[in-house]
């Protein structure tokens, strides 16, 4: 077995139940606990450190954990697993704050691009800024895909843990290299739908979009609300995004060639929409909905192409979901887990719910929001991309 996960409260029973039939001759263990053990997090990781003696361990916090085909919420819960990846290279690094302020490149405190087929990351979001750590991995190591998530606590809460070894970490974020004979095949879900058509941005300024087509950004979009059926226009109402396209040439685009951002507001005086990224003259931008319904069609479509991508099954995958998807987006339990193995059968599975989730699109790397992104492990000539 290469899962396993508790829901008691008693930290030493989570740990037996969590460990009962996992393996323990394996190259790496991830490891993730909910807030509920947090004053045994030292106990716990030490543990089962020791009882599994991995080449690497690492790991975090949660505000819920997530195991093979089930999403524990509002509970206490443990999640291991363990994975044998043989003629993998995995090297575990920690990188803090005063490293990415360093006027040395990321690059040299780590690897050589060549030696890194991919890069699992997870970070304590208090304690570095996770966005300027992305943008600095995608500019060192470009093509090289970086998924993972953002530790999180309890709810509202401004603490979170990282796993390193048998030990919490000291802040900053564990940065795992895959290398070798194994890459990482990411799945990001948005969980957003086009609406309405795409435009070409023709006024911006920083984060604000003042232009779209030639005309006033808000003309556009309350005429792109107005020309929705009304069975759309009020989802719409409730759940409206903006999406800018990866690729600005693309003659096609759909679910997946958008990177999602939200919309912060709207200056009627200007005509004019504000999102949270910045934004250019010349870049593509349609409106999307985001709600169950349309990220349960999108996470099903992206794990089916997933699926026919892959030649083989993967040996397991990783799997970070955001706190504000669950039970509170879809209404009912284990939505995310249930999907993947629904989708990908018998694949083992571990991961949290995140404050952030860390995933390619268009094969650059971004922190999102109320996004499910895996990350599954498979072998270099299984992955069409590697």
């Known amino acids: 077995m290469d899962t396993g996960a508790s829901t008691s409260a008693e930290w030493q029973v989570a740990v037996d139940q969590a460990l009962h039939g996992v393996r323990s001759d394996s190259d790496v263990v991830f490891l993730f606990a909910s807030y ?170 920083r984060n604000v979009v003042l232009g779209i087509g030639g005309r006033p950004a808000l003309d556009v979009l309350m005429e792109t609300l107005r020309d929705l059926p009304a069975d759309v226009q009020e989802r719409a109402g409730r759940n409206l995004l903006a999406g800018v396209a990866m690729d600005e040439y693309a003659d096609d685009l759909g679910r997946g060639d958008f990177l999602i951002r939200n919309l912060l507001g709207v200056d009627r005086e200007r005509g004019a929409i504000a999102i949270n990224d910045y934004v250019r003259v010349g870049q593509t931008l349609q409106f999307q909905l985001r709600d169950a319904e349309a990220a349960t069609e999108e996470l099903n479509a992206l794990l089916d192409q997933a699926r026919e991508a892959m030649a083989g099954e993967a040996a397991g995958g990783l799997l970070c979901a955001c706190n504000g998807r669950g039970q509170g987006m879809f209404g009912e339990p284990d939505h995310d887990a249930a999907a993947v193995a629904d989708r990908l059968g018998e694949v083992p599975i571990a991961g949290l719910f995140c404050n952030g989730e860390i995933g390619p699109v268009g094969g650059t790397p971004f922190v999102h929001g109320f996004t499910a992104s895996l990350a599954l492990f498979v072998p270099v000539g299984e992955d069409p991309a590697s």
């Not at 690897?111 to 800024?129: H, K, T």
Request: aromatic share 6%; charged share 15%.
């Open 36 to 205: 509920h053990h947090s004053e045994r997090y030292p106990e716990i990781v030490g543990a089962i450190h020791e009882r599994l003696g991995p080449r690497i361990l690492l790991g975090c916090s949660g505000q819920a954990v997530i195991t093979t085909g089930r999403e524990i919420e509002g509970r206490p819960g443990i999640t291991v697993m363990s994975l044998a990846l043989p003629g993998a290279d995995l090297t575990l690094k920690r990188v803090s704050q005063e490293d990415l302020d360093s006027e040395t490149p990321l690059a040299e405190r780590l690897l050589p691009p060549d030696e890194v087929n991919a890069w699992v990351l997870l970070s304590d979001p208090f304690s570095i800024n996770t966005e300027t750590l992305v943008a600095a991995l995608a500019e060192q190591y470009p093509g090289t895909p970086i998924l993972g998530g953002m530790a999180s606590a309890f709810p509202g809460g401004r603490s979170a843990y990282l796993f390193e070894g048998g030990n919490l970490a000291p802040g900053g974020a564990l940065l795992l290299a895959v290398g070798g004979g194994w890459t990482i095949h990411p799945v990001v879900s948005q969980g957003a739908a086009p609406i309405g058509e795409s435009w070409t941005i023709t006024e911006a300024e």
